[in-house]
């Protein structure tokens, strides 16, 4: 399984766009990213999943380049409700087993 | 639609004491996971099931026991509680085929 790297925290402003890069040197072929967000004492919640290029949701966005070493969970204007810890994970869930690897996650803190 | 759900939301036990955690999902998904959280650590796999009647360890299984008799249901238990249980316990489900893992809100348990 694709071990990940993440900053441990980063802080943004208000209506400022947050990007948070994540490392994956030894993705698979198979190997899907997904991010993950989760707010204190709640589980985590599904962002967005992506293998290639671009994907955009609702949400947020996920840039992930050409060599698939690395992505970026990119949330536009975020707000003081986007305060929280966010997951990279990358592997192949095809599969039932799913040894998932969540790391400890990005902690995002949004000031006012 | 509930989703998944997890009983109890809080407990106290003492040192040897045993307990079980339970999980429903309704959401037909085959797969279903157990979690422990410590603070500012990730999620760490303890068990999982891949359907009805099968059950496979995680990571940390050491002083765990689960079951799977229903579909809807995973049970975790804990025989004899040590202090070092002491954690967030995190229920997830997720369907055949697809990627996104469905969490539980979570049970603290505190271990005296």
């Known amino acids: 399984l694709a071990k990940t790297t993440q900053p441990i925290s980063m802080d943004s402003y208000e209506g400022q766009e947050v990007n948070i890069t994540c490392s994956h040197n030894n993705i698979a072929t198979n190997d899907y990213i997904t991010w993950y967000q989760q707010f204190p004492s709640q589980g985590p919640r599904f962002i967005i999943q992506g293998y290639k290029t671009k994907v955009t949701n609702e949400v947020a966005s996920l840039f992930i380049p050409a060599d698939r070493k690395s992505s970026t969970l990119s949330l536009p204007r975020v707000s003081l409700s986007d305060t929280a810890v966010y997951y990279c994970?990358?592997?192949?869930?095809?599969?039932?087993?799913?040894?998932?690897?969540f790391g400890t996650g990005t902690k995002l803190q949004v000031i006012p | 639609n509930a989703g998944v759900t997890q009983t109890p939301k809080f407990r106290v036990l003492k040192t040897g004491q045993s307990m079980t955690l339970l999980c429903a999902q309704d959401m037909n998904h085959e797969y279903m996971y157990w979690y422990r959280q410590d603070p500012g650590m990730g999620l760490r796999l303890i068990h999982y099931?891949?359907?009805?009647?099968?059950?496979a360890k995680g990571e940390v299984p050491d002083g765990y026991n689960v079951s799977r008799l229903k579909k809807q249901n995973f049970l975790l238990g804990l025989e004899s509680a040590a202090p070092s249980q002491t954690s967030v316990y995190f229920c997830?489900?997720?369907?055949?085929?697809?990627?996104?893992?469905?969490f539980g809100p979570g049970t603290r348990l505190l271990v005296l």
């Open positions: 994970l990358v592997g192949d869930f095809s599969g039932g087993y799913q040894k998932v690897t």
């Open positions: 099931s891949v359907g009805e009647g099968t059950t």
């Open positions: 997830a489900s997720r369907n055949r085929g697809e990627e996104t893992q469905y």
